[in-house]
Structures are given as structure tokens and as C-alpha cells.
């Protein structure tokens, strides 16, 4: 389910080692990503209920674009979906719980959601999983680049966040941790500010912004400098 507000969105397509990082396109595709959702919302987090066809998928998924890593056999391994703020933020009402008491939600056109970040959990090589969430986290970034995204809210397991930190995203709560039933993880929303990211890693880690910020397309051209300052008059990817 793909809505029209994602008709007016731009595309990522490119090449990371071993994997494509790309916008999901195909009902092939996008049947995938709901059957590894389900693995991991559905089965593993218990956040949503399981159902029959093994496939998760909500509302959300009428505006929402999808980044995913395939592997070298066409099978996705790693995914995240993304929400603009023309469409409603799943923060605005299943994870209302997440924020602080009078937090005012930003629905501006340089803000988005990242929702159902995972990575397939068959994988048990703990080297390979990391180099797969690597690529959904550059999918995300340049994501953001090609579409002029400036601020992204999440809400993931309260753990992953300190990873995410410790990565070089600068994360920062919105709200407590929650241990959301039936399953009782602690979960936590943030938001995650690109322009901070830049600065901070510009400084602390220039190899991690030159990699997230280099691309090589499905044709082997390398694209570089693609940071939040990327000029949009270069021609977008897809």
C-alpha cells in the first residue's frame, strides 16, 4: 500500500558492499517488508498482534516509503519506514505514550518518522547484522538528503537508542522510557537532528561522515558530498 504522497517523494538507489540500499517499489518488494515486520513486531517485540497471512502492515503504510537492503539474491535483510509530515506520525497516536506531557509534535515539511527499523532476525552473524543495519541507517540518511530532510522522530527499544549514540547519532529523547505491553520492552521516542549529525561527525568521526555521505550508484558512479547541504540541483538518484 503505497499512497500518493509518496508519488511526490524522491527515491534512493545505490550500492553498499555487498548490498543494494533502495526505495521500495515492487508489490514483491513491499510483501517482503511486511513479512519481516511481522517477524519482528508481530513475533519477536510483540508490539502488534500477529495475523494469519504472517504480514504486518497498517494505515501508515497508505504515505509511507519504505528503504530497504537486499542482498545479492534479491531478499530483503533490513528495512526501515519512513513518514512525512504530510501524513500523520505514528508518535501522533499508538506511541502518544512515548512523550513528554505537553510535547508539541514538529510537522514541518523538514521533518519525518522513522518506524519499523529492522533487521531480518534469522541472521545470526552478529558482524553481517551490524553491516546490514549500517546500510538501512545510510538508506535513511539519504533518504533525508534527497528530500530535503532536516529532523527525524523515532521510537525504537530504549538499548538500541544508546547504540544509535554511540554510532554518532545524536538521538535525544522527547519523552521516558515505556514498557509497552503485551511484551513489557522499554521503548523510548527521539529525534534525530541531520545538521547536528554533520557537525558532530565532521569533528569526531570525518571517515563515518565521508562514508554516509558517499554513494555509488547501481551504474558505479560515486556521488560524494551528500550531506544535509546537498545542493537539490543535483539531478536525485530515482
Known amino acids: 500500500m503505497q499512497g500518493m504522497s509518496a508519488i511526490e517523494l524522491r527515491g534512493v538507489e545505490f550500492v553498499e558492499g ?33 495475523t494469519e497471512d504472517g504480514q504486518e502492515m497498517d494505515m501508515y503504510d497508505l504515505w509511507g516509503v519504505t ?32 512523550l513528554h506531557q505537553g510535547y508539541a509534535i514538529r510537522k514541518a515539511p523538514d521533518t519525518a518518522e522513522i518506524t519499523r527499523l529492522a533487521v531480518n532476525p ?37 538499548r538500541f537508542l544508546r547504540a544509535l549514540r554511540m554510532l554518532g547519532f545524536p538521538c535525544e529523547p522527547v519523552g ?13 521516542a527521539a529525534i534525530y537532528d541531520m545538521v547536528r549529525f554533520d557537525e558532530e561527525n565532521g569533528q569526531r568521526r570525518p571517515e563515518f561522515l565521508d562514508w554516509i555521505s558517499t554513494l555509488t550508484t547501481p551504474a558505479g558512479t560515486v556521488v560524494t558530498g551528500r550531506t544535509s547541504t546537498f545542493s537539490q540541483a543535483v539531478p536525485a538518484l530515482a
Open 18 to 50: 555487498e548490498f543494494l540500499v533502495k526505495t521500495l517499489e515492487t508489490q514483491e518488494e513491499l510483501t517482503q517488508a511486511y513479512r519481516l515486520r511481522h517477524r519482528v513486531f508481530a513475533e519477536k517485540l510483540q508490539w502488534v498482534p500477529p
Open 67 to 98: 528503504v530497504g537492503v537486499f542482498g545479492y539474491d534479491g531478499m530483503l535483510l533490513g528495512m526501515a519506514r519512513l513518514l512525512p509530515h504530510s501524513g500523520k506520525f505514528m508518535l501522533e497516536h499508538e506511541f502518544g505514550a512515548l
Open 122 to 158: 534469522d541472521i545470526q552473524d552478529a558482524k553481517l547484522s551490524s553491516r546490514i543495519m549500517l546500510g538501512v541507517l545510510k538508506g535513511i540518511y539519504q533518504w533525508a538528503v534527497e528530500n530535503e530532510i532536516r529532523y527525524y522522530y523515532l521510537e525504537v527499544e530504549h
Open 176 to 188: 521516558p522510557v515505556v514498557k509497552l505491553p503485551p511484551a513489557e520492552v522499554g521503548a523510548v
